[in-house]
C-alpha cells in the first residue's frame, strides 16, 4: 500500500494553515505527526478525513488517483478526534453495530468485530453486559468507544488525534499494544501526542509540521539529528525523554 499527498492546502479567512503539503507512506507505517499546537495538525487530519474540505488536493492510494470526498476513500479512513460527536444515547454494543452499519460492516461481522475489540480494552468479558448508555461514561472510557468505533470497519488509513488523551497509563499501554497490534502491510497509521514517550514507543517514522509545510520525515534517530542541526535543543527539556515543543 502506497499512499501519496500532494499540493495539499487549505485556509481560513485568507490564512493558509498547510501549504501544498506533500509526503509518500508506505504500508505498514506508524506516522508520529509532531509540531506545535496550533499549526495545523488536527487540519490536516480533518482535510484527509474530508470533514474539512480542502482547498487544493492531489492524492494518490496505491498509484490510483483519488479525492477525498469520495465515498470509497471515505470507506477506507478510520478517525479518532473529538470533532466527531459519539451518540451518547447508545450503549456501546449499539453504536458499534450503528457505525458499523455505515461502513457497510456485514451484519454478521459487527458483533464478533465489536465484542474483540471490547475484550482488548475493557475488563468485562461480554460486551452485551455493558448495558449504561455512553453518556454515563467516564473521559477516559469514552475515548475507548471513540477508538473501538475508528476500526470497526478495519480501515486502510488510521488518523488518532491525540489518541492518549484522557486515557489513565493502564489504557494508554493497551492502546500503544493495540496500535502495534493493528499496524499491517496494508494500511498507515498517523498518530498525534504531546508525549514523545508514545512516539518512541510506537513511531517507525516521523513528521514535523510547521509555518504550513512538513519540514521533515524520518526516523528517531534522525529527528533528533534534526532538531541539534537546527538549533531546536533550547526548546527541547530532554531530546532523549521529552520534547517539550510538541
Known sequence: MILEIKKLSKSFNKQTIIDSLEVTLTGGSIVGLIGRNGVGKSTLFNCLANILEADTEEVYLDNNKIRLDEVNWKMKVGFVSDVIPVMEEFTILEY???????????????????????????DESSIHESKKPIKSFSTGMMKKVQIMSSVIHKPAVLLLDEPFSGLDSITSAKLVSFIRYYSSAENIIIFTSHDLNHHKSLASNFLILDKTKFIFQGDLESLETFFVTHNLLSEIENTKLNFSWI
Do not use: D, S
Open 96 to 122: 458499534l453495530k450503528f457505525i458499523g452499519a455505515i461502513y457497510n460492516v456485514p451484519t454478521e461481522h459487527i458483533e464478533p468485530r465489536a465484542q474483540e475489540l471490547y475484550n482488548f480494552f475493557f
